[in-house]
Every structure is written in structure tokens, then in C-alpha cells.
């Protein structure tokens, strides 16, 4: 139940994250209404296109949360 309501917030825009590590899932603009849509996955001053599959496990392993991204702020959609 937690991965469907998460992943229904990462394709509405939400940002998942911890402003301390700097890492951060997000669903990119450009990413909106495709079949499979490819998440951004930010650390360490890196970036890497991951699958929702990913970004999930990545998400409940990092126990990452809702946040504002330090250039994108709270949501990708605007």
C-alpha cells in the first residue's frame, strides 16, 4: 500500500529526499504520460536515470520523505 501511494506521489511530481545526504527521486517533467517513465536519482552531486522499480527501493531503504529540492523546490510540475 506504502509503494502505491508513493509512487502515485512521484508521478504527480513530489520530491523524495533528504536535504542533510543531498539525495533525491524525482519524476521529471519530460517523463509525464510515458509507458515506462525513467525517475532522476540524485547523490553525492551525481545523477542517474532509474526505473520506478528503483527509485521505490531506493526510497524505503533510504527512508527518504517528501522535501523541497535545493533548485527544482517542492514539486517537478511547477
Do not use: Q
Request: glycine fraction near 10%.
Amino acid at each position: 500500500m506504502l509503494k502505491k501511494t508513493t509512487e502515485s506521489k512521484l508521478l504527480a511530481g513530489y520530491i523524495y529526499g533528504d536535504n542533510v545526504t543531498k539525495e533525491y527521486v524525482y519524476l521529471p517533467g519530460s517523463e509525464v504520460d510515458t509507458e515506462e517513465p525513467m525517475l532522476v536519482y540524485e547523490d553525492n552531486g551525481g545523477r542517474d536515470n532509474i526505473g520506478m522499480e528503483r527509485a521505490l527501493e531506493i526510497i524505503e531503504k533510504r527512508s527518504l520523505k517528501p522535501t523541497t529540492h535545493p533548485v527544482l523546490g517542492k514539486n517537478t510540475m511547477g
